[in-house]
């Protein structure tokens, strides 16, 4: 970072408490869920034996609230106290997470119980995301606050996605897969802490008028804002045509580099941490490809220069000595590219949108992409059995290039700072 953008960040950090305090937890839940991410399969497959297909069910059970639930959240939370109900659902995590260890003392522990504890996770897990999302605007002192406000929480939980599953890994080599759940339960706990105490009882009401509209009235009020904006309908495209191809792209890159490349189960794990590193040093650049492009050509360089790496991965020829070491560099290229687009995607929607509207925006863009991924973990699967991995690989990877086609086609390309009027920004 250079030393001005240092400095503002600093200062955002340092002067603005109520973001302080939201930022330390954030950052704590975001060690937590890593932990809980490595930790309750292990659960499943370590204590309960689970057959690969219940662990299918388990993932897909977090994962489904989503595209069923997301417009209805959003409705919803742009009712509430968005502070608050982030409070509430950390609340709700430690308790379902607490539930797990105390089961397995008390021989309570079952299948069917872990398939339910994280259903209600992942439907906690949709009220946090979209409220995440929708509260920062209200915790920065001006629009021009949010890149920074971004790029210091995608920082945070890059680094808890790098350091988080390691973190889990000690844990598991001296304790049991339950007791290291209550390190994510103390985590969850202490969020919750800093959350209630961050809320002040009035500010979120002076902020803005809450939505008092009926909940289907509500959400064709978020689908209408989304679609009549022409750069919230790009961002939206965007997302959805990226998730898809990067779920069928997830689905199928640890088999190409086990089976094809031949690189083994430890590259396939540095694969995945190496675009972790790439999230961290693109949350870190950001900004400084923001004052020098303007935010919509950082978006296309950013997502045209990870859907290259992408490509440049599936033609990696297997008898290449340095194949490892050239797949690990791809992926950092790819984390910092596609870092870069989601942040500037994500203050631009924040700056888009009244505070009034925050999270049924957020939910509708949500719902959309993530809708599209479990398809196109489907479509990348069942391409792969009839053309082989690397020929889908590659054909995914170049689909990719199509998230350009949103960012051309609307006004994000030529969009240079944040709007500063939501209401009127069209």
Known sequence: MTQEETQSTSSLLRGNRRFQQFWIAETLVAYGSQITFVVLPLVAVLILNATPMQLGLLTALERASFPILGLLAGAWLDRMNLRATL?????????????????????????????VISLLLGLMYVLFEIAYISVIPHLVDSIDDLPKANASLQASSATAGILGPGAAGMLLAVLS?????????????????????????????EDRKRSRDPILASIRIGWHRVWRNRTLRGIAQMAGIHLFCYAA???????YLVNVLDLGGFYAALFFGAMGAGFLLGSIICGRLNRALGIGRAM?????????AAIAITVVPQPTVFRGPLVVALAVLMGIGWQVCTLNSVSLRQALTPLSLQARVNSVIRVISWSAAPLGGLVGGFAAG???????????????????????????????VLPRQPELAE
Do not use: K, N
């Open 87 to 115: 409070a509430l659902t950390d609340l709700a995590r430690a308790v379902l997470v607490l539930i797990v260890p105390v089961a397995y003392w008390t021989g309570w522990l079952s299948f069917p119980l872990l398939l």
């Open 177 to 205: 897969a339950p007791v290291v759940l209550l390190f994510t339960t103390a985590s969850f706990l202490v969020s919750t802490f800093l959350l209630l105490v961050g809320v002040q009882r009035d500010a979120e009401a």
């Open 249 to 255: 792209f997830q689905t199928l890159i640890i088999l």
């Open 300 to 308: 296309l360089l950013g997502t045209i220069g990870a859907d290259l």
């Open 386 to 416: 009839q053309w082989g991995v690397r020929t889908t690989l590659m054909l995914t990877a170049i689909a990719m290039l199509g998230a350009v086609i949103p960012i051309l086609m609307s006004p994000l390309v030529s969009i240079s």
